[in-house]
């Protein structure tokens, strides 16, 4: 039964958000949907283009690749970060001196601002000076981030996985923290094996937590800007260019605001609707 | 199927135990034949659960053997003692249907494919799940989840006991009755030597032929129903089955016969020379308002509907009666008279002249 | 002191939880909300806290109109079927906590704390913790707290419905002098008819979101107002069968009473008669009964009492002797059914004699 106190008067405290809400999110909303079916030539001059830079912007090679790249990136670290997570969160301890240990150890790389983990690893992984690319030099690999998109990728991926995996650790962890011991009991019992304790038992009981780690990790990752662009700036040449980066480089590197603006559009749509259909696709699994 | 031999069972959570009180399990020395359905009947915290676990093998006794038909099973996992255990909350496999589960543990042994059917089929009907087999097992409601745990033990026919934990708990209160006796009904018919563990006359006395009640890590009584009810062993079991539980009033012992409130009290047992603590014990059903007696203040009268509670105190103790409908009942003070053939004298708890 | 409900109604979408209900609870002794799981008993609770507001109708309280004003502005008390305390608290604390809010005085919660804990037998564990505590002394202590209140209005959902078996009888040995002489009107809902007996009191039974009658709890058991109330005021659930009175008997088909007591001179003709399980017995318990017999299908003991649930010309019969009895499940088997403890209901459902 829904447990609810009617009261009118509690309208009066939802106001003080929507108004937030409204200038902080829907207002500049506006302005960019404004913008982005304006053409302007000079300041304050604006002329009706309707759809015109949504097809420009769909048609492009420049952004197809863009998106191909990202989408690429966000394929990438999710098929490494989920199984890596549910992997280092199953062989935590479940209980013991050790488990606040492990758990402050796994929160460290979360508590790093984005910009200094570009930095950090922008130094470190210098093929002259840093740590980590003078190593893999010093062991016959030739590698440079700079100069070879190859690099560049393997360095910008290591990076997000040092960085996020923790998450997906995290939010396992309290999953599996959530499983009854009976369940582990029953299954000994039962004669289960190993993989069936993992398939049967661990991860339904994660599918939840599994689903807002994927959705966080997604749409974080599709959106991901400050780490890349500080460490290779979209390079070499436009290789690790990825959508976020492009568009502000469209915005205002180039200041083609209309473009840029129809561009921004389509990017939150895409972001929109493949988080819609993530969520769709998990929580159907899970009633059914 | 075996017969379960628990043999100077004791157990502590302690690594070094010294005193008695350390010990969640003190002397436990019993045999549990072939087929047969026992409970374990005893309050939160008196040990039963400890004796299940070492049972089941997820606890490993401090002193003393398990044996299954002879064999020494103390040192064995869990998995490598054919077990099998419904816990208090039902435990499913959610990604499964009605089916698979049933048949997880089958397939786990390799049986093969014939064999597992006709035996989940089986099994199935007689739990009245066979009309939701390919239902997923994880929309269903509780009661029908908890049959799915127990099916998962019937189904196996190498099992040499199924224990059962408190497996009511989460059922609601008007499916309890029916899911009792479904249990009883299934021993009835599979005749698998069953161990159930619950705080709960009501499901111990109707489940089990043999009731084993536990208070403080000690073994109190080992009976039939018509035992605890009728000859309880000690003053724990009395005052434990029955509602209101055994009336326990302290007594002086005089020339041989049992003295309450200087009043002479004839009872069934003869109550010996006094040793310890001594006390009268007798059921509220058998205890009468007379014109004779031991006189008492009447504090309470509370109608159950079908009789009436008459709650009195006699220099300190609360005693109580059960009068019938027709009765009268005076007000302030009366006179209690206890049924001879009913009344027992206990000394420091145990039953007078008992096996003990 | 009066709480009243009028015409109180409840809707959550298409569903009526509670259809048109109107009550008027006074201080003395319990009143009782007895009826089954979601029958609307913790419905009408949460209505009388001001946690809900009904779809229509007022609720008043000592000649006010309180409809809709959320509880915190009211003096109310509220125990749970969930033991709900303060977690990081003391047990001393969690008593404290309602009068400090309301800014009493410190001698006068310390005074106030003490008196509770000694009634509830808390004074040990006053410094503990409640994860430290027993089930049994949780619920005391939310109890408790709700006794140090002295609010006008206390209701209690269920409050022993998680407790074991011998602590919840203890418990609610006590509960009706924990209340008695405060003034306060108390609001208990349980689903066990046995529990609403021993209580006394008054009783509204509730079913299907609809309170079938209302008043002194003996009176409702013993001469219910419909077979409704008869059926929910009745655990084992009580026989009903079709019977026909012919002058100085009662014909069930399966056997003859004699119509003795107020049936005697009601009209001849159809009835539907109620017969409660512990009028029907292994062993005869008047000499007006009058045997019947049926086969055994589901036995239970409850320490001093057997219950047989057997089949007879169709339909399940329920028979609760004294005792423990065994009942070979299958076999035919003898009862004895006391007329005294017939109920009769006209064709509509309403009593006609107890």
Redesign the interface.
């Known amino acids: 039964?829904?447990?609810?106190?009617?009261?009118e008067r509690a309208w009066w405290f939802v106001l003080p958000v929507v108004l937030l809400v409204a200038f902080n999110a829907l207002v500049p909303l506006m302005t960019v949907v404004n913008y982005s079916v304006q053409e302007s030539f000079s300041q304050g001059v604006w002329f009706w283009s309707g759809v015109d830079w949504f097809e420009d912007t769909l048609n492009s090679s420049r952004f197809q690749a863009a998106l191909g790249r990202q989408l690429m990136f966000t394929g990438v670290i999710l098929a490494i970060e989920i199984p890596l997570g549910i992997a280092i969160a199953l062989t935590m301890p479940k209980s013991g001196p050790w488990v606040p240990v492990c758990l402050v150890l796994m929160a460290l790389p979360l508590l790093i601002p984005w910009n200094v983990v570009g930095a950090m690893w922008n130094i470190f992984a210098l093929p002259d000076i840093g740590l980590l690319g003078y190593t893999v030099n010093a062991l016959g690999i030739d590698y440079d981030y700079t100069q070879q998109p190859i690099s560049a990728w393997i360095t910008v991926i290591a990076m997000d996985v040092w960085h996020w995996t923790s998450l997906v650790v995290l939010l396992a962890y309290a999953g599996l923290a959530s499983i009854?011991d009976?369940?582990y009991?029953?299954a000994?019992?039962?004669?289960?094996?190993r993989w069936?304790v993992f398939?049967?038992?661990e991860?339904?009981?994660m599918n939840r937590v599994l689903t807002i780690a994927i959705l966080l990790r997604f749409m974080d990752s599709f959106m991901i800007y400050t780490e890349p662009f500080v460490l290779t700036g979209g390079g070499p040449g436009n290789s690790t260019t990825f959508l976020s980066i492009d568009l502000v480089k469209k915005a205002l590197g180039e200041f083609d605001l209309g473009p840029a603006a129809a561009m921004s559009l389509i990017y939150f749509l895409i972001t929109l609707l493949v988080s819609w259909l993530f969520y769709t696709l998990m929580t159907r699994q899970e009633?059914? | 199927m075996a017969t379960i031999g628990l043999k100077n069972l004791r157990h502590s959570y302690m690594p070094k135990p010294l005193a008695p009180e350390d010990y969640a399990l003190k002397e436990i020395d019993l045999e549990w034949q072939d087929g047969g359905a026992y409970a374990l009947l005893g309050p939160s915290g008196c040990g039963k659960s400890t004796l299940l676990n070492i049972i089941?093998g997820?606890v490993t006794p401090s002193e003393g053997r398990i044996e299954f038909d002879g064999h020494d099973v103390t040192a064995l996992?869990?998995?490598q003692r054919n077990?099998?255990?419904v816990?208090?909350?039902p435990?499913i496999?959610?990604?499964?249907t009605v089916y698979d589960n049933l048949a997880?543990?089958l397939r786990?042994?390799g049986v093969g494919k014939a064999e597992i059917d006709a035996r989940v089929r089986e099994i199935t009907a007689m739990l009245e799940l066979d009309d939701m087999l390919t239902r997923?097992a994880?929309?269903l409601p509780p009661d029908a989840k908890q049959k799915i745990?127990m099916g998962?033990g019937l189904v196996r026919n190498d099992v040499n006991v199924i224990m059962f934990d408190e497996p009511l708990t989460v059922i609601d209160p008007h499916l309890k009755w029916k899911l009792r006796s479904k249990l009883k009904e299934l021993h009835h018919k599979v005749r698998a030597t069953m161990i159930y563990v619950t705080h709960d006359q009501t499901e111990a006395l109707t489940f089990a032929d043999q009731v084993v009640v536990m208070d403080d890590g000690v073994i109190v009584q080992i009976g039939t129903p018509v035992d605890l009810f009728e000859r309880p062993a000690h003053t724990f079991v009395g005052h434990f089955i029955g509602s209101p539980g055994m009336n326990v009033i302290p007594c002086q012992i005089e020339n041989g016969r049992a003295v309450v409130d200087g009043v002479p009290v004839a009872t069934e047992n003869a109550p010996g020379e006094k040793s310890g603590r001594m006390e009268v014990g007798v059921r509220p059903e058998f205890v009468t308002l007379a014109a004779e007696g031991i006189p008492a203040r009447i504090i309470r009268v509370a109608d159950t509907g079908r009789h009436r509670i008459v709650e009195t105190e006699l220099s300190g103790v609360k005693v109580h009666a059960v009068i019938g409908e027709g009765a009268s009942i005076p007000e302030g003070s009366a006179h209690l008279a206890f049924d001879p053939a009913r009344t027992r004298v206990y000394a420091d708890g145990w039953l007078v002249g008992g096996s003990h | 002191m009066t709480l009243e409900l009028r015409n109180v109604t409840k809707r959550?979408g298409v569903d009526m939880?509670i259809h048109d209900t109107s009550l008027t609870l006074a201080s003395s002794g319990f009143n009782i909300l007895l009826g089954a799981t979601n029958a609307g008993k913790?419905?009408l609770i949460?209505m009388m806290a001001?946690?809900?507001?009904p779809t229509s109708g007022e609720i008043w309280f000592n000649g006010q109109n309180v409809t809709?004003i959320?509880p915190q502005k009211r003096n109310i008390s509220l125990v749970h079927q969930f033991f709900v305390n303060y977690p990081s608290m003391s047990v001393y604390d969690n008593i404290a906590s309602p009068l400090r809010v309301a800014r009493v005085g410190r001698k006068e919660i310390e005074r106030r704390v003490g008196e509770a804990a000694e009634l509830l037998r808390l004074t040990p564990y006053l410094k503990r913790r409640p994860a430290e505590l027993s089930g049994g002394q949780q619920q005391r202590t939310a109890l408790a707290r709700a006794i140090v209140k002295d609010s006008g209005l206390v209701l209690l959902d269920e409050p022993l419905a998680n407790l074991d078996y011998k602590l919840r009888e203890e418990l609610r040995d006590q509960l009706p002098g924990l209340f008695a002489g405060r003034g306060a009107i108390v609001v208990y809902a349980t689903s066990e008819p046995s529990e609403a007996l021993m209580l006394g009191g008054h009783t509204a039974t509730v079913m299907a979101g609809m309170v079938t009658q209302f008043g002194e709890t003996g009176t409702i058991y013993r001469a219910p107002q419909d077979v409704a109330t008869a059926q929910v005021f009745s655990d084992p659930p009580i026989n009903l069968t079709k019977a026909i009175k012919r002058g100085g008997e009662i014909d069930l088909g399966t056997t003859r009473l004699k119509a003795s007591g107020p049936i005697a001179t009601r009209p001849d003709g159809p009835y539907t008669l109620g017969i409660r399980p512990h009028f029907v017995t292994s062993a005869a318990q008047s000499p007006d009964a009058a045997p019947i017999s049926g086969v055994v299908q589901v036995t239970e003991l409850t320490g001093a009492e057997s219950i047989a649930h057997f089949e007879m010309g169709g339909s399940i019969w329920v028979a609760q002797s004294p005792g423990v009895h065994a009942y070979a499940i299958g076999e035919h088997h003898e009862f004895w059914v006391d007329p005294a403890g017939c109920i009769f209901f006209d064709a509509q459902g309403a009593l006609v004699a107890a």
């Open positions: 039964m829904a447990t609810k106190t009617h009261n009854p009976a369940y009991q029953a000994k019992i039962d004669g289960a094996g069936a398939r049967h038992i991860l339904p009981k009633e059914g | 089941s997820l996992p869990p998995d077990i099998a255990q816990f208090q909350f435990v496999y959610d990604t499964m997880f543990p786990n042994r997923r994880s929309g745990s998962r | 959550v939880h913790t419905t949460k001001g946690l809900e507001r809709g959320s």
